[in-house]
Structures are given as structure tokens and as C-alpha cells.
T-cell receptor, first 113, second 117 residues
């Protein structure tokens, strides 16, 4: 069964303290891996898509990387406004023609000033 | 604002009542999705449309749930005979796809929060 597991569940950092969030997945052929940011009471906001192992994407203080089994979201010198829940999602590709994506439970990131 | 729009933002209703939510996708997007999200969990897929055709439904979608996208533009999600377990955030997303299995990112609305009394 396709699964997406994110760790840690919650992470508290001091402003400027860099760290990484992990997303491990098991799917029958990866069509795409997506990172989203979600603020309380809001819908997920798209950040990155990664398609193949070795690929990297960057946006401001965030950098996403992908291997055959997991993805990392690296956050460099975070600021309080980076506080949010970060969601990872995968689209399975080998046996399904559907566009549904499977989400992990997210990592709640809190940055203290 | 040209993003995905959902109405209402909040809905409180008594158990047993019917409720209907509306989603207006990004105008050029041909795919529309419905998800359900409970506290501390990621969104769970419910169903999706390609234009007006409903192409897939999750096993989570009981027969009390029905979704429509009559003209390939906005969509409605109706829940009949609501139960306590239906309390959740219902999210709509849209994307632009050119072929089956296309992996373009989905863009989400801010959801409708449903509370069952």
C-alpha cells in the first residue's frame, strides 16, 4: 500500500537555526513528489514539485531534495514567518491513471524569535 | 483574486441535516479535486473531475456523499444525513492537465470547515 510518512511531527527552532524535515514514501512508481505549506485555517500552498531522484528545488530559505525513498525539506536560517505545517505528498504513477495525491500528516514547524 | 474559491468558509449544522459546499476552481484549470482534512492529519483524497466527468472516487466517499461539476466549471459537494464523523475541513483543489496521469501541482482553496452538532 502506498504510504507517506513525515518526521518529526513537530519541530521548534530558534530563529536562524537551520534544520531539515523528512518525508519517506513507498509507492509503485513515483510520478511526482510535492511539498506544500499550510497555515492555520488555510488551504495548503504549493511550494515545490520533484520528479526524479537527485533533483533539487530552491525557494528563498527552503530547499527540497529527492532520493528514491525519501525527500528532505531543508530550511536555512529560518524566520518566525516560516512557522507553519509543511506537508509532503506523492503521486503514484505505475498502475494508476488517476491524479490523486497521497499526503503525509505534516511537520508542524515553529520558529521562535 | 484568481485562486480557488470555496463557500461557505464555515458551516455548522445539526446531525442528520444535508449540507452543500461550492468550489470555484482557477478558471483555466480542467481538473478539480475534493479532499477532507481532520485535525493533525494531511488531506485525504475524496474524488476528482476532469472537466465535467467524475473519474475517480475514494473508498472514503460513502453513498451519503455526492459531487457534481455540471458544466466543467464550479463543483458542489453534498453530504446527506450528516454524522458526527463528517466534521472536518473540506478542501477543493484544481490543476491543469493535458493527458492522463499528468503530474501538474494542485492548487488548493482555503476550505469549508464543517461542524456537526
Amino acid at each position: 500500500e502506498d504510504q507517506v510518512t513525515q518526521s518529526p511531527e513537530a519541530l521548534r527552532l530558534q530563529e536562524g537555526e537551520s534544520s531539515s524535515l523528512n518525508c519517506s514514501y513507498t509507492v509503485s512508481g513515483l510520478r511526482g513528489l510535492f511539498w506544500y505549506r499550510q497555515d492555520p485555517g488555510k488551504g495548503p500552498e504549493f511550494l515545490f514539485t520533484l520528479y526524479s531522484a537527485g533533483e533539487e528545488k530552491e525557494k528563498e530559505r527552503l530547499k527540497a531534495t529527492l532520493t528514491k525513498k525519501e525527500s528532505f525539506l531543508h530550511i536555512t536560517a529560518p524566520k518566525p514567518e516560516d512557522s507553519a505545517t509543511y506537508l509532503c505528498a506523492v503521486q503514484e504513477g505505475r498502475y494508476s491513471s488517476a491524479s490523486k495525491i497521497i499526503f503525509g500528516s505534516g511537520t508542524r514547524l515553529s520558529i521562535r524569535p | 483574486d484568481t485562486g480557488v474559491s470555496q463557500n461557505p468558509r464555515h458551516k455548522i449544522t445539526k446531525r442528520g441535516q444535508n449540507v452543500t459546499f461550492r468550489c470555484d476552481p482557477i478558471s483555466e484549470h480542467n481538473r478539480l479535486y475534493w479532499y477532507r482534512q481532520t485535525l493533525g492529519q494531511g488531506p485525504e483524497f475524496l474524488t476528482y473531475f476532469q472537466n465535467e466527468a467524475q473519474l475517480e472516487k475514494s473508498r472514503l466517499l460513502s453513498d451519503r456523499f455526492s459531487a457534481e461539476r455540471p458544466k466543467g466549471s464550479f463543483s458542489t459537494l453534498e453530504i446527506q444525513r450528516t454524522e458526527q464523523g463528517d466534521s472536518a475541513m473540506y478542501l477543493c483543489a484544481s490543476s491543469l492537465a493535458f493527458r492522463t496521469g499528468d503530474n501538474q501541482p494542485q492548487h488548493f482553496g482555503d476550505g469549508t470547515r464543517l461542524s456537526i452538532l
